[in-house]
């Protein structure tokens, strides 16, 4: 087993484990205030804003080149409504990664880029029953699309751990 641990640029001490996931708790336009509004819900997986945005969370997942793992951002796309129906009718169907996938807007922002990473097109493909769905950005130029295409080296990733676990 390889040793992921390193010492961080940002605070200079040695840190067990080197992380290879990061979440986002909600949508970047999710707002606490929200919280009374009868059309708006969070919840672990879903997402809706005042009855009319609708939000899935998802995995955009990233090779590591020289790893045996690859690194996970856990995001939100937003999808159509008749989209978000089908994923939610459909989440604990058995065969339901079958789907084609959904076309949505990366909901998420990831501080670990130098450009904007909301709304950037994506694929939502449905997997199994008790796995996020993934995302596929479109081929673009985005630092982020260009990574989920060429992978990234465990370097790359200590670089996001120092600023993420140092923000």
């Not at 010492?7 to 986002?24: E, I, K, N, W």
């Not at 709304?119 to 199994?128: I, M, P, R, Y």
């Not at 029953?129 to 992978?151: K, M, N, S, Y």
Request: charged share 25%; glycine share 8%; net charge negative.
């Amino acid at each position: 087993m390889i040793d992921h641990g390193f010492v961080c640029g940002g605070c200079g001490q040695r840190h067990d484990g080197l992380p290879f996931s990061y979440g986002a708790p909600a949508p970047a336009y999710w707002r606490n205030e929200f919280d009374g509004d009868e059309y708006s819900v969070l919840e672990d997986e879903t997402c809706l804003i005042h009855g009319q945005h609708y939000f899935v969370r998802a995995r955009l997942v990233i090779p590591v080149l020289d790893a045996e793992e690859d690194f996970e951002w856990g995001v939100w796309v937003s999808l159509s409504k008749d989209n978000f129906r089908r994923t939610v009718e459909l989440w604990t169907t058995p065969g339901r990664e079958q789907e084609p996938a959904y076309f949505g807007w990366l909901s998420t922002q990831l501080p670990a880029y130098p450009m904007e990473t909301l709304n950037l097109k994506a694929e939502v493909h449905t997997d199994q029953v008790g796995t996020r769905p993934h995302v596929v950005l479109e081929p673009t130029d985005h630092p982020l699309a260009v990574e989920q295409r060429t992978g990234i080296t465990v370097a790359r990733v200590q670089e996001i751990a120092e600023l993420l676990l140092h923000a």
